[in-house]
Every structure is written in C-alpha cells, then in structure tokens.
C-alpha cells in the first residue's frame, strides 16, 4: 500500500547506481508539492579502452572489445570486426559467413534478453524484491527463463567457441565455422525456446505497468526486409536515413557539467532520443518474422509503444523473433569454402554499428597503412540513453510526486531497468536518502 506525502520540501539523494558504466547518482528536490530539480549523473571511471586500442594491430580490437561486458560481448565484436572492414574496403553484407554472425548474435540476444526478463525486470512486477525471492513462491516462472536463456548461450558457445567473451569470432569472419550437424545440434534447445518464448510474451503482457508517456525520438538500425540485428543504417523516427559512416554527423556528444559521462543528442532534434527494443520496434515491425508480429498483436502491443514500462512486452518480442531467425538460419545454412574472407591493411577510417540487445553499439577506427590503429572510439547505447533516463524519471516524479519515498523508489528503478540490464544488474541499486522540511 501507498501513502501520500505531506507537502513541503522534500528531497531524494540517491547515492550510488551500482553496475553501470561507472557510477550513478540522482537528486530530486520538490518543494510545495513543485518539482524543482531532478539530476541523473553517470560517472564512468577511465576505462582506458579507446586509448588502449591506439598503436594496436587492426584485427586485435574484435578480442579486446569483447571484454567491456559480459553480457553482449557479441555485439562490440561485430561492430568492431565491421568498422575495421570498412576502412578496409572490404564489406560482409551476405553468405555464409554473413549469416553465422547473425545467427550467434540472435544467441546473445536471447539470452541477454531471458536474463532481463525473467532475473532482472519481472520480480518488479510482481512484487519481489529478487529473483531468488521470486523463485520461492513461482519456480516454474524462474525456471522457464533460465531454460529459454540457456538456448541462447548454447547457440553462442557452439558457433563462437565458449559461452563467455568468444573466441571464434575474427576479422573476415571465424577461426572456424561449425559444422551443419553441430547447429543442429542446438535445433532442439531452440524449438523449445519458441514456445518458452512465446509464453514470455503473453506472461509479461498482463504485468500491471505503471503510467508514463515518452515523447522521445526513436533512433535504430534498419535494413530492408530484416530486423535490424546485427547491420543495417541509420534511421529515426525524425525522418533520418544514413549509412552507418555518418553517425557523426547525426549523433552528437557532449559534456555535462555535472557529469563526467558524455550525453547524446540527435542532432537537429530539439528533444531527447533513444534507441534499443522500443526504438527498434517502433521503425522495423513490419520486419518482424509473420510469428513474432503475431504474438505482438495477440497481446495487443500498439504498432509504435510509448509507455517504456512495457520495453518488457518488447524484449519478450525480439526474443521470440531471434529464435525465429536462429532456426531459420539454421535451417537454411551451408558451411562456408573458407571461415573467414581476406581484410587487407589500408589506411582509412571505418564505422560499423550493430544492435546490442540494449541499443545500437558504434566503434569507429583509424589505421594507417600498416594496420596499426590510429584512433578509436565506441559509443555504446547506454551512453546515448542516458538523457532519455533522465527525462523519463523528470516525467514520473511530476506525475507521481505524491508516492511516499518507498514506492516512488521502487517505481524509479522500475524506469531505470526498462533501458539497460546492465544498469539493472543489483536488485537494490538505489542507495535512496530522503531529507524532508
């Protein structure tokens, strides 16, 4: 149960975020019932990663990147493997091996997407302040997501060599390709993800979402007839359509004086952007697989969601259209001549961009004509969400400024979550001080 608050000045010190890109923290200070301030902060410690990458040979970044996180390692090799092939002129838009890189990050995006889900989103719906807790009273639910996730995980290991941070991925391609007997192999695992997955949909969807509206511009990849995975360009809901090498030019970071994180903005967008399922889904759902636009109607998901408390009805979406392509790669593939097509050295700058279950992840690289890295940088989504959190959290604390703390704490991590699983990884991450007059 709830309480109002009485009215007066009324402060929320949030301390820490805990496993962000760095360190978090939030003040809302409402005053007769007026909100007067709200400030999201990131603060990223030096990783060093962009200056680790200078002076290194071009096909070393594929391993190294996939170091800065554990949850979609897939996604920063990918998009560093197509950023360094680009500036060497040499582009991986179909076959076999087009196909593979595919079909290992449908694995990661379902298993990334089952973590979320069913570890990290779900126990605030219903009620728990965990999974563990979850699992007590509803096994069955936990035990579903972690049987969905393993699929995922078991697609990742066969194709990239190991579950955690692979190893099989390259410049080109893979050190090897599997063998159609061994994607088979995973076939079982994947025919019943379809059905966990589909009961994920229809689970999530009678969740009791609290109320909030975004008026956010929606920014993804999109390629023609695909959801947008693992390639495509550069599009928003703004009207922009551009190749992945003017990023840039779109994109724009810049300092905020209370944070040591960079904010994005779409440049020529007077308003915040953001990218990730509902920005996916808002501009491709008519490349969603004839299943997966199904289970979307059957629950009646609007064609564009502008409440990002139901990012979890969309996730459990994309879920069940990655175990829809997996099969159909699947099932359709043949082992390439060679695992991997030849990336000469050439100096040039190149740009590749992916979509990481949270959002579009952009590397751009520098090499001379040795192939030694001259310059990197990546932008991960995370960054270019934050403004986007920022205005969500504006919006819920005036709607809802006469929760008492607790439920307003509660509700605020709930808004946080919808964006990123790695900002959601502990439970209690709000580190939550109420100073009132």
């Not at 040499?90 to 973590?115: F, K």
């Not at 990239?160 to 061994?182: D, W």
């Amino acid at each position: 149960m709830t309480h109002r608050v009485p009215e007066g000045a009324r402060d929320l010190s949030v301390a820490a975020l805990a496993r962000v890109e760095g360190e978090g923290a939030m003040r809302i200070r409402l005053r007769d019932g007026e909100l007067e301030e709200v400030a999201f902060s990131i603060y990223e410690p030096p990783r060093f990663f962009e200056g680790l990458l200078a002076g290194r040979r071009m096909d070393e970044p594929v391993d190294i990147t996939a170091r800065i996180c554990g949850i979609c390692p897939i996604a920063y090799q990918i998009s560093a493997a197509r950023a360094i092939e680009a500036a060497c002129g040499v582009t991986i838009d179909e076959g076999p091996i087009r196909e593979l890189r595919r079909l290992i990050y449908c694995g990661e995006w379902i298993e990334s997407h089952a973590l979320h889900v069913y570890l990290l989103h779900a126990p605030d719906f219903l009620g728990y302040d965990s999974a563990i807790a979850l699992a007590k009273d509803h096994q069955e639910v936990v035990e579903q997501g972690l049987a969905l996730r393993k699929a995922g995980t078991e697609l990742v290991r066969v194709i990239g060599g190991r579950a955690s941070h692979p190893v099989n991925l390259r410049l080109g391609g893979f050190y090897r390709a599997p063998s159609p007997a061994e994607l088979a192999g995973v076939r079982p695992l994947l025919e019943a993800a379809r059905e966990q997955a589909l009961a994920t949909v229809r689970l999530v969807a009678t969740f009791d979402f609290p109320e909030l509206e975004i008026d956010h511009a929606f920014v993804s990849l999109k390629e023609e007839g695909r959801y947008p995975i693992d390639a495509g360009r550069l599009v928003a809901s703004t009207g922009l359509d551009a190749p992945v090498a003017a990023f840039d030019e779109h994109i724009v970071e810049e300092h905020v004086e209370r944070s040591t994180a960079l904010h994005a903005r779409l440049s020529g967008h007077d308003g915040t952007f953001m990218v990730g399922p509902l920005a996916r889904y808002a501009l491709a759902r008519e490349d969603l697989s004839a299943v997966a636009r199904s289970a979307a109607d059957e629950v009646g998901l609007p064609a564009v969601v502008t409440n990002p408390y139901q990012s979890i009805v969309v996730r459990a979406v994309e879920t069940l259209e990655a175990v829809e392509e997996a099969l159909a790669i699947i099932d359709a593939y043949d082992e390439p001549d060679r695992p991997a097509v030849d990336v000469p050295a050439r100096a040039g700058t190149g740009y590749g961009a992916s979509e990481a279950p949270r959002g579009i992840l952009t590397h751009r690289y520098t090499i001379d004509d040795d192939g030694i890295i001259v310059d990197a940088r990546i932008v991960p989504p995370t960054a270019q969400n934050q403004l986007a959190v920022e205005g969500d959290l504006t919006s819920f604390i005036d709607d809802h400024r006469h929760l008492d703390d607790e439920t307003l704490r509660w509700q605020l991590e709930q808004a946080i979550r919808n964006y990123d699983p790695c900002i959601s990884c502990a439970t209690h991450f709000l580190d939550l001080t109420v100073e009132r007059e």
